[in-house]
């Protein structure tokens, strides 16, 4: 019987290499997928205007009937410029004139008023320079007490405005859901139970994409805000007992001996 020399393999080495190239992989789809998916999203919407505008763009002024290969993006570049040409138009005495009779042709249509008064309300919101915005990011217990939701302050609301007792003062208030923040509720509560915190909307949109993987930057803490009136006690506290920062103070300024002099002969 002869003893077996042969080497022998350490254990663990096979798995090691698998859980590597696992984490490569892993590190891998991180790095493509969202280059991936833009790339993508960006030729799906030039390639869908130039499906929808290029038939409607004269001949004389489509650039691909003088070239040798088709340029993407040109319906795309007529709409932009459509777009700007319309709101030029707009913003004049006679383009103002025709859009409002135009507002009140469709508002007297009985099926489309109500699509056209909607969508107008929408990118009213959206996109003017005057329009309103979300003020604050708060927390409410929603759904159930000991539960609470991440919600966009819209706007302040008198309790009269929406059927119930006038000069109850209340914040209507948008639940976005995850990971569509398009969808969501409308829901008007009292000033007094909501949580306004220090966070701005734009942190508080990303953290509901990704579904609270990603957190605002900074210390990781969130301090609350007297907007709502219904500060945390134990941050009121703390607050209160933290003491006032002072600026630090300055070195007194030395007189020159000249002028000390002057004065003790005077």
Partial sequence: M???????????????????????????????????ITLWATYWFVTLFDAWLRPLIPPLLDPNRYLPFQIPGIGLVFALIG??????????????SILNLWDRLLNRTPVVRSVY?????IF????????????NVGLIEWPRKGIYSLVFVSREVDGGQIGLEPGRAMYAVYISTTPNPTSGYVYFVDVG???????PVEDAA????SMGLVFPEGNGQV???????????????????EPPRKAAAKPARKRPA???????DS
Wanted: no cysteine; proline share 4%.
């Fill in 2 to 36: 002869s003893d077996d020399v042969s080497p022998k393999r350490p254990l663990g080495t096979s798995s090691s290499l698998a859980g590597k190239l696992r984490t490569y992989f892993l590190a891998g789809i991180v790095v493509t997928a969202p280059i991936a």
């Fill in 83 to 96: 777009i700007t040409v319309i709101g030029a138009f707009a913003a004049n005495l006679v383009g103002k």
């Fill in 117 to 121: 008064k909607g969508t107008k309300q």
């Fill in 124 to 135: 009213e919101t959206l996109f003017s320079q005057s329009g309103a915005s979300f003020r």
């Fill in 193 to 199: 139970d909501i949580r306004i915190i220090d966070m």
């Fill in 206 to 209: 990303k953290m509901v994409i």
């Fill in 223 to 241: 301090n609350m805000l007297p907007a709502g009136g219904n500060i945390d006690q134990e941050m009121a506290r703390k607050l209160l007992e």
């Fill in 258 to 264: 000249s002028s000390r002099a002057k004065k003790l």
